[in-house]
Structures are given as C-alpha cells and as structure tokens.
C-alpha cells in the first residue's frame, strides 16, 4: 500500500534524469511490483533458457530534438540498447521497436529515423524481429518517441558491478558531455553544434575488442555512461560494492568546447549524458594493456585512465581536484538536463 509522503507526491521532470530522483522512481517501481520483479537494478538482465544465457533489455527514448546535426533519436535508440547489452559481456542479436507518432509528423521526418535504425542496427550487427506503432493525436506526444527490448547471448561469463575490487582502475573510453553540449546547442540555438558533435554510437564492436585481448579476463564490470553522466555511474557503483570511485579531475576527457559551454551553462561535465562512452574497471596490472586495446579502435582512441575503486565509506565518490584537494562527488538529485536520451 503506498504510504502517506508518496500518496502526497506527484512525477516531476527530474525523475527522468538518471540522478538520485530517477534511482528512488526505480526502486519504488521494484517495491510496487513486489514478486514479480526479480531484476538486480542493472541495465540489462541475465535469464536462463534451455541450458542458454540470455540477457535482456528494454529502453525507451524521448530525444528533444529527435533529429540533430549527427544523428537522431533512432541511432541512439539502437546504440543505447545494443550497448546496455554488451556492457554486460553479452553478444547483442535481436532488437523490437516500438513507435508513438504525433499526428502530423512529417513523414520524411520519420523516414529519416527508420533510416538512422536500419545504419545503426547493419553497424552493430542485430536485426529487428518484431515492432509495433501507434498514433496519438497532436500534443500528446512530442513528434517521435520510440521504445525498443533487446536480446543477446553469451559467449564469456557475464560482467557484474559485484565483480569489482579495491585497487580496480577506472577508465573511460572517450570525451564525457559531448552528447549533452550538442543536443542543448541544437534545442536552444547556442551555435556549439558545429564544434561538438554527440558521440551517439555501437560500442559493442569495442567491447568484444577488449574481451578477445589477452587483457579481457581482467575487466571486471563496464557501465555506458548516460543519463546522470559519469557521476551517477561512480554513485551506482559506490552502492553497489562498498567501495569508494577516486576519480582525478585533471584526467577526464574533457574537451575545450565542452568544457566552454559547460561553464557558460553552468553545468557540471560529470554529470552530462552520453551515448558512445564507456567506464570501465580493470584488474590495475592489466589497466595499461586495455588502455592500448581500446584506443586502437574508432570509438576509443581517446580512452584514458581516470581513477581508482579504493576500500572507503560505502556509497561515497571522491575526485582529486587540480589544486590537490580532495572532495565528495555529491549525487545529483535531478539534472540540469532532461530528455537528452
């Protein structure tokens, strides 16, 4: 039965952000479902069918704008969806999708989205086995949006964030805010589109890169950096094991624009989404050896190492400031952003 403080409250936009109201709405959500749920909290889930793994997941995409200058809102349904799968070790294979039109959407707006499905689902190497559509009339819906459920196999022991030890090194396979700075820019005309580009992308070719090296073994979780951005990431993690995330400020891929129109914004790169950027934690002798791995592959040639899973106050994050101070990585309660993914 819902108790009193929630019967009083009400969904705000924040909940859908990925910071601290979104982690409470999915936990409220599992609460409410009781029995019925028997998911980890993780991106994508693990099921067991005849003598088979499985993992299983299923997303929906609300992009404002749906189009923009690199891509659209179907290119980040599909990358989003394929990399939820193949952070978990998975081989991603089969996607639904799902499609709510807004009377009136131009058809060659649409065409352009099925198109930007069709690339994004050749790159990865899944195919669509089965969707729907539906048309609401005008204002119920912001032009598009679209909901996809994926499904991958197992060919390698899944990665897990109970996987993680202290003294696991941190990476991330390339710029952080690049995504978010684009879509603003392209939503509010501030001109930073044509120097930053969002790294909507596949990674599911970068990840079995790293899982065939010699080095795979010692990967011991990976997480797509989205909603809520690299903060929310440390936070998820820093729950999960008991171990406190030490990131080094002066090592986060940051690039200028990106860091100029965050500052400009006001917003904090860390916790801007993404949708072609991985966080890695790797064995610390072997961190090197994945580094050179993923940086000889396209979506990962700016990989670097940007911290440390360190024994701590469990559920804290820490960041090495440039002066040498260190902090608290507070968790976001909602985000400066919403509807970016």
């Given at each position: 039965?819902?108790?009193?403080?929630?019967?009083?409250?009400?969904?705000?936009?924040?909940?859908?952000?990925?910071?601290?109201?979104?982690?409470?709405?999915?936990?409220?959500?599992?609460?409410?479902?009781?029995?019925?749920?028997?998911?980890?909290?993780?991106?994508?889930?693990?099921?067991?069918?005849?003598?088979?793994?499985?993992?299983?997941?299923?997303?929906?995409?609300?992009?404002?704008?749906?189009?923009?200058?690199?891509?659209?809102?179907?290119?980040?349904?599909?990358?989003?969806?394929?990399?939820?799968?193949?952070?978990?070790?998975?081989?991603?294979?089969?996607?639904?999708?799902?499609?709510?039109?807004?009377?009136?959407?131009?058809?060659?707006?649409?065409?352009?989205?099925?198109?930007?499905?069709?690339?994004?689902?050749?790159?990865?190497?899944?195919?669509?086995?089965?969707?729907?559509?539906?048309?609401?009339?005008?204002?119920?819906?912001?032009?598009?949006?679209?909901?996809?459920?994926?499904?991958?196999?197992?060919?390698?022991?899944?990665?897990?964030?109970?996987?993680?030890?202290?003294?696991?090194?941190?990476?991330?396979?390339?710029?952080?805010g690049n995504h978010t700075v684009h879509l603003l820019s392209v939503r509010e005309g501030l001109g930073f589109e044509r120097d930053v580009l969002s790294d909507c992308a596949p990674l599911n070719g970068l990840i079995a890169d790293v899982s065939r090296s010699p080095f795979g073994q010692a990967v011991h979780s990976i997480r797509d950096v989205t909603r809520g951005g690299l903060t929310a990431v440390m936070h998820e993690?820093?729950?999960?094991?008991?171990?406190?995330?030490?990131?080094?400020?002066?090592?986060?891929?940051?690039?200028?624009?990106?860091?100029?129109?965050?500052?400009?914004?006001?917003?904090?790169?860390?916790?801007?989404?993404?949708?072609?950027?991985?966080?890695?934690?790797?064995?610390?002798?072997?961190?090197?050896?994945?580094?050179?791995?993923?940086?000889?592959?396209?979506?990962?040639?700016?990989?670097?190492?940007?911290?440390?899973?360190?024994?701590?106050?469990?559920?804290?994050?820490?960041?090495?400031?440039?002066?040498?101070?260190?902090?608290?990585?507070?968790?976001?309660?909602?985000?400066?952003?919403?509807r970016l993914c």
């Open positions: 039965m819902l108790n009193t403080t929630i019967a009083d409250q009400e969904i705000v936009l924040d909940h859908g952000t990925g910071a601290r109201l979104s982690r409470e709405l999915v936990e409220l959500t599992a609460e409410l479902l009781g029995d019925v749920y028997v998911g980890e909290m993780e991106d994508s889930a693990i099921v067991r069918t005849a003598g088979e793994q499985l993992a299983i997941t299923t997303d929906s995409f609300v992009v404002d704008p749906p189009l923009f200058g690199n891509g659209d809102i179907g290119k980040v349904a599909v990358c989003g969806t394929v990399n939820d799968l193949a952070v978990l070790g998975a081989e991603p294979r089969y996607l639904t999708l799902g499609v709510i039109l807004e009377t009136g959407l131009p058809l060659s707006r649409y065409a352009t989205v099925l198109r930007s499905v069709g690339e994004a689902a050749r790159e990865a190497g899944v195919v669509i086995v089965a969707g729907d559509t539906k048309v609401v009339r005008p204002g119920e819906a912001d032009q598009i949006y679209l909901n996809t459920a994926g499904i991958g196999v197992f060919r390698r022991p899944p990665l897990r964030m109970a996987h993680v030890r202290a003294g696991d090194s941190i990476l991330l396979t390339g710029p952080i993690y820093a729950r999960a094991t008991g171990l406190t995330p030490h990131l080094v400020e002066e090592a986060l891929p940051i690039e200028r624009a990106v860091r100029m129109a965050c500052d400009m914004l006001g917003i904090n790169p860390m916790n801007a989404a993404n949708e072609g950027c991985l966080c890695l934690f790797v064995q610390q002798a072997a961190a090197d050896g994945v580094l050179e791995v993923l940086r000889g592959h396209p979506y990962g040639r700016q990989a670097v190492i940007v911290g440390t899973m360190v024994e701590g106050e469990g559920g804290e994050v820490r960041v090495t400031r440039p002066d040498g101070r260190v902090d608290l990585l507070d968790e976001l309660q909602g985000a400066e952003l919403p």
